[in-house]
């Protein structure tokens, strides 16, 4: 069992930056899969970025590429994702979510764990 806890949302202006957080309990933390993805009100929940449990895969939605940066601290049981130049389509809950695939995986339906999720809004 692994709880996730996200952190690290709140209000920014277009063109800022912000770092989310996810904590996640367990001792088997490091062999998960680890995913982000966001829901904008009235949409459909959609991937943002996912992350091996090695480090040696990372994959990122086409609409952040370039933008958001993933990674993860496994000693720390912590991923992070790093937003730069955010956009008010950025707006959204932000959720961290786990997969017992221990490669970076693109579907919500691969994800085992999720978290409570984030607020994320970005002014104009």
């Known amino acids: 069992q692994v709880q996730l806890a996200e952190s690290g949302g709140g209000l920014v202006q277009a063109g800022g930056s912000l770092r989310l957080s996810c904590a996640a309990s367990?001792?088997?933390?490091?062999?998960?899969?680890m995913g982000w993805f966001r829901q904008a009100p009235g949409k459909e929940r959609e991937f943002v970025a996912a992350i091996s449990w090695g480090f040696s895969t990372s994959y990122y939605a086409d609409s952040v590429k370039g933008r958001f940066t993933i990674s993860r601290d496994n000693p720390k049981n912590t991923m992070y994702l790093q937003m730069n130049k955010l956009k008010p389509e950025d707006t959204a809950v932000y959720y961290c979510?786990?997969?017992?695939?221990?490669?970076?995986?693109?579907?919500?339906?691969?994800?085992?764990?999720w978290g409570q999720g984030t607020q994320v809004t970005v002014s104009s």
């Open positions: 367990g001792r088997t933390f490091s062999t998960y899969g």
């Open positions: 979510a786990a997969s017992r695939q221990q490669t970076a995986q693109t579907t919500m339906r691969a994800y085992d764990y």
